[in-house]
């Protein structure tokens, strides 16, 4: 589901998978900032704990540049 208004789109998301922590069914919201038709910039919002682990082992280090 999503919804857009100006340069500004929110699409809720839910993947499955196996990864390394928390249960195999994530879900989040991304809040994407578009310009003359092109993403520039995808902030993530999701409470599922492996996105702290990810960020614990330094693997999204530079994702917000």
Same mark, same amino acid.
Request: aromatic share 8%; hydrophobic share 40%.
């Given at each position: ?17 196996? @990864?390394?922590?928390?249960?195999? /069914? ?17 902030? /993530?919002?999701?409470?599922? @704990? ?16």
């Amino acid at each position: 589901a999503g919804l857009s208004e100006g340069d500004r789109a929110f699409v809720r998301w839910i993947g499955r998978g196996r @990864p390394v922590v928390g249960p195999e /069914i994530l879900t989040g919201v991304d809040c994407i900032h578009l310009k003359d038709g092109f993403v520039q910039e995808n902030f /993530i919002h999701s409470d599922h @704990p492996v996105f702290g682990h990810l960020a614990a082992e330094g693997a999204l280090d530079g994702a917000a540049e």
